[in-house]
């Protein structure tokens, strides 16, 4: 709890801080879905907060760069652990958080609908393995301390001070401790794990 709400914290500063150089900013608040690819499941059937910040500045009347500040959770969700049938079969599920900054250049589409794209950095607050018993492995971490990632978007100017966005990003780069390691206790592909994640935000720009 105490590192979410510095986070929330340096999420606030960097918003404020924007204003104050004369550049754009705001707070999102949004959910993300999400999958991990190549732990053996499929579909974005893992749901998660995200929220955070951004500062952004116009580089030409076309153009504008982005820098954000969020918490986001991300991993992935079997359905048959849901049922205790099939519990033995199951794959074991991702629960993961992350403090991430992504950093975008935008294009202005039109009077209301910016194209983006970038990449982010993410530094890992929590992530582990769980089935219907409960979380796996809770000595040292399964995954490392760090994500890559591209990611691209749309985002729709709804009113003067909100506008709605659309965005898909992916790992460029295993997740995985046991990626590094060869050991792949999940992965019987052997190619490693990577973040795949859809998210829907509320931008408000103060």
Known sequence: MKKKFALLLCCGFLALSSQ???????????????????????????AGL???????????????????????QKGSNNPKMNNVEHVNSGVPDISSSYFEIPLLLQYQQSEVLKIEGGILS????????????????????PFI?????????IDYKYSENISLNTRLSNSILPIGAEDYDGVNSYNSSRKGKYNSVLSFAIHYHL
């Open 20 to 46: 104050a150089q004369n550049f754009g900013g705001g707070v999102i608040l949004g959910f993300s879905t999400s999958q991990v690819g190549g732990d053996n499941l499929a579909g974005f059937n893992k």
């Open 50 to 72: 995200l929220i955070g910040a951004y500062g952004n500045k116009s580089i030409s009347e076309l153009l504008s760069f982005q820098m954000e500040m969020t918490f986001i």
């Open 145 to 153: 301390k760090y994500d890559f990632g591209i990611l691209l978007g």
């Open 122 to 141: 993410a530094l890992l607050i929590d992530g582990f393995y769980n089935d219907i018993n409960g979380k796996l492995g809770n000595v040292n971490s």
